[in-house]
């Protein structure tokens, strides 16, 4: 029911994500087993193990997600090394496990008398479902069966339980419904494709509804199938709707594809930020309203980012719309590639689009209390490769350009580019059915013109659905260069978005820029800036690993006579100034201070 | 200390607040004692007081407040006739109480072990400041002693626990500190002025620290006299200020009341609405960074307005410093006067400056699960006579136009006028003095010029320190007629206050307007509006009770192609449009729909 397939092979071997990959294998994931020891995660599932006696460490009924998703991160980056890196840590969880196969540290050891008592919060499916996806993510890049074998006992659990036959319950967070249907797709046991999609429809009916928080905080006010627009905690929303959208998918079901097209167009038209981050609200970590995008206090959560990159490359699978690609890229670069620090070893688990002159900031962290961000990160880098290419019985897509290997469908290609600093991308032919196939290269919604040479031979083709295709025979070491012509752009926002009206922000190519009072002159505030024009980019290679910089000019605002009442007053445009503007997803590296995306042109 | 001194005598007696103040009255107070009964409150002060068994209801461990604060307005409203009105609510109270002295349903019904051990959001101290204040204003307007002596046994209960020789303690939420100095004014007993201050100076050393929230919440994170801005919980802040201000009133002590200057300076520039409404975060309730103002996101609660203008209240008799009696104007006319409805029925809790048309409105409410805000608003209500005049040595002082009675020093005068609908305040001496004396009037900070007659002869005469003063002999019968010019302003704000670039905002006197979505032609969406020119004002008398609208012209905004991604495409002016603004204090009062005080300009 799919339009297109996940490439058999892909492999990112240079450039952008080589190196943020790199951090996160040798940096990040091993500094993320040591904070889940200090944390007290792995002691909680000792505890639950029955190896050790004490108290369950830690308030969060999802502590164990924490260990699940770092599982995962590590399983797709390690493959058959996983045993080496974290063999101790299967063995746990799998000693854990009780006898009916339920699993949750918080609930067998702190409250076992309330065990799927508290669905609103407790999050006992949503760990589940973590530990699935770590499952499913351990045998599809290892082969490895021992956690398979753990997650399919839970899920027969949760399907007794919550199953045709057991209660009417949902989980407050969604998870389980798209691990449900990967485990579905990795084992063929139709009982969890089945289970998924029975979760799915039991949504929106009250089952939750109104508690410490509104049922919409849950997607509980209105049935997934009506809903016509994300509502509530972000993250909860765009896991429920990578769930849904995969039983699409696999079920065919149009109403439900149908459905979370309309939510993503709404998502995308009114509640995204410049940057692809989602959710609006600190309050409730939700959405706001239409156009409710304030840039100070944008939430942005870096799971939200993350879930969204998973809704939609599951839409690009679904409808082959070159729309979803976009987004995708969008967010890697800018709302979730900034979420890490380019060491690796410092997260944000909210990511504002202005930080002002006076605003205590405190920078990336190591680690959180509530540590939902971090794995999270090493998972989505660890499958990074996985969303940059696709296939389908016409040939091969191209989606994202990384320098890497992607194979699938009638061939395997090599992608050699310096993207998104340079917009010339190099796709050779590796190995290639003898048959004629087609090449998909997404035209990038910021790019206005490309020029692409096979072999050395121009063509003249106009893209068509947001893709650039090639078709012909291909041969082994055919090449084919597109050039994606790269401007700097400045960008306004639509008039409805309040926040930034008489505001620009600058891009180039896939790459929102900002500024950050580091880069300025001495002096010059960030809240008194007056952008007038963008003047030269440059290649810096020394700055931030290596950053594409996009000078500016503008004006310092005067302050004249301030009465001590901001109202009535309007300051005059003062000296002229040289700005310089960074990538967005470099900011907070250096000295902490100021910063912002949009910047007023008036 | 202080430098002025509130009347004895301050009757409003006709115009803008008599009408509200009879709403409260007549409607608001007698509804608000039925609530409290149907909300569990006095049910929850019955099982306090041993007269019936049962489960405490509702969860908040400040629930006696509503009452307390229900008692002091009907105790200034009503003055001797409180017997007949709530005599049985006193006897309550006074049975409630334990013997030595101990008095919150609360810890007393539900959680008796617990009591004072959970100072940070126990709010027993904070309950025992209402239970306070209401029996101040029952001992001041009708002599009753019998709240009175409850509270002192009260206070006398706190002293020991806290005081000199008690423990080191503090309540999370501020109010008794005011209250304390109150009960000091009325029985002249030091111990409770001591007791205030030790308080006040226990704060900021960490004796809460970060808890659930963090110290700046509570004030916690730096001692009174060094904090540089008003931070965290708005309401807190600003109940604690205004028991600063009272200890450096009774004090002398310059050095809390130059801490209270310096923060209300920072307060008014950077983290104060147009409306006056204070407080910019729904998260924790609390200001934001300096300029963070967002109109949609406005928390503005209706206590934090409250709040603003008893702490201004008590910095003007401190300083005697007419931007105070500006200060307050401008809050209890918007901030204020808009978190009622016009009939009185129905209140605000949050009071944002701009709805949205796609929000989802749900209006005014009768009450609240949290029901702190219609009991302080009625308290409010029936004692804004409180804050139209002062007197000191040289003479009188009025900074609130309002027709009514108002005597204290050396003279009693009668105020007639119009305002806020129009500019001319006619005051007459009742009864004087032989000596001269000095009639001051506040030239409010909106007004650029004024002029001034006393029978009927024209003076020349600048305002010095934002006063008129008139010195001479007076004879009863003079009369003074000022007459400020009321223009309609076309206000902007400051650059900082990024949330409403490129927007201004109508205003008329004290009133700040605002567009109602019932207002506009029909099909105007008030998300596409763009203001032009005011262009005409007009009395309605049959328009929400009675306001001066302001007409105006305007375009709404061209949708044209949009591309489903709301960055990079700038919409044109389309059609012109006639608006019309209401007062904001008035809206809500009619159908629910869009509203905004900033309108787009460009």
Redesign the interface.
Same mark, same amino acid.
């Given at each position: 029911r799919a339009t297109l397939r996940p490439m058999t092979e892909a492999r990112i071997l240079g450039g952008f994500w080589s190196r943020r990959k790199r951090a996160n294998r040798e940096v990040g994931i091993p500094a993320g087993l040591r904070q889940l020891e200090q944390a007290g995660n792995l002691a909680n599932l000792r505890l639950a193990a029955g190896r050790t006696t004490g108290a369950y460490r830690g308030k969060y009924p999802f502590q164990d997600s924490d260990v699940h998703k770092w599982l995962e991160a590590a399983a797709w980056e390690f493959g058959p090394s996983l045993e080496t890196h974290a063999g101790h840590l299967v063995q746990l969880i799998t000693q854990a496990q009780q006898p009916d196969g339920y699993l949750n540290s918080y609930y067998q050891v702190f409250k076992p008398q309330a065990r799927f008592a508290e669905l609103d919060f407790g999050h006992e499916l949503y760990c589940a479902g973590h530990l699935i996806q770590a499952a499913v993510a351990d045998a599809r890049s290892s082969g490895g069966m021992a956690l398979l074998a753990v997650a399919c006992r839970l899920a027969d659990h949760l399907d007794t339980v919550f199953g045709p036959d057991g209660r009417e319950g949902i989980d407050g967070h969604s998870e389980i419904e798209t691990a449900l249907v990967e485990l579905y797709r990795q084992t063929g046991t139709t009982r969890y494709l089945d289970l998924a999609r029975i979760l799915v429809d039991r949504r929106g009916h009250g089952l939750i509804g109104d508690r410490s928080f509104p049922a919409s905080y849950y997607q509980d006010h209105e049935p997934v199938r009506t809903a016509k627009t994300v509502a509530g905690h972000a993250v909860r929303q765009l896991y429920l709707n990578a769930g849904v959208t995969d039983i699409a998918i696999e079920t065919g079901d149009g109403e439900l594809g149908q459905a979370m097209e309309r939510q993503w167009?709404d998502m995308?038209?009114?509640r995204?930020y410049?940057t692809g981050g989602v959710g609006a609200?600190?309050?409730d970590e939700s959405f706001?309203? +239409?156009?409710?995008l304030? +840039?100070?206090?944008a939430y942005c959560e870096t799971c939200a980012a993350i879930a969204s990159i998973q809704w939609s490359w599951r839409l690009l699978l679904l409808t082959g719309r070159s729309?979803y690609g976009d987004l995708i890229e969008r967010t890697l670069y800018n709302g979730f590639a900034g979420s890490v620090s380019l060491d690796g070893k410092r997260y944000f688990y909210v990511n504002p689009l202005?930080v002002?002159d006076?605003?205590p900031v405190t920078g990336r962290q190591p680690w959180f209390k509530c540590a939902c961000c971090p794995p999270n990160i090493m998972r989505l880098l660890s499958t990074v490769d996985h969303y940059a290419a696709t296939s389908d019985q016409s040939g091969l897509q191209l989606h994202q350009y990384a320098t890497g290997s992607y194979g699938g469908g009638p061939a395997q290609v090599r992608v050699r580019t310096r993207y998104p600093w340079e917009g010339t991308v190099s796709v050779e032919v590796s190995h290639t059915s003898d048959d004629p196939w087609t090449l998909s290269l997404r035209m990038p919604?910021w790019c206005r013109r490309a020029s692409i040479v096979v072999n050395g031979v121009p063509l003249d083709i106009e893209p068509v659905d947001g893709y650039l295709r090639v078709t012909r025979g291909w041969t082994a070491g055919d090449v084919v260069v597109v050039d994606f012509q790269l401007l700097v752009?400045t960008?306004?926002?639509?008039?409805?978005?309040?926040?930034?009206?008489?505001?620009a922000?600058l891009e180039r190519g896939p790459i929102v820029y900002c500024l950050e009072a580091v880069d300025q002159p001495p002096g010059v505030r960030l809240?008194?800036v007056v952008l007038d024009v963008a003047t030269k980019t440059q290649w810096q290679p020394d700055v931030l690993g290596g950053v594409v910089t996009v000078a500016a000019a503008g004006w310092v605002?005067e302050r004249g006579d301030?009465s001590?009442? +901001?109202?009535?007053?309007?300051?005059q445009l003062g000296e002229r100034v040289s700005l310089l503007a960074v990538p967005y997803f470099a900011w907070g590296n250096r000295e902490l201070g100021a910063m912002r995306v949009w910047i +007023?042109v008036?």
């Open positions: 167009e995308v038209a009114t995204t410049l609200h600190h309050d706001g309203d +239409p156009y409710e304030p +840039p100070e206090r729309r202005q002002r006076d605003h919604h752009r960008t306004v926002a639509d008039s409805r978005v309040d926040a930034v009206r008489g505001c922000a809240d008194d605002r301030f001590g009442w +901001p109202y009535g007053v309007r300051s +007023p008036t």
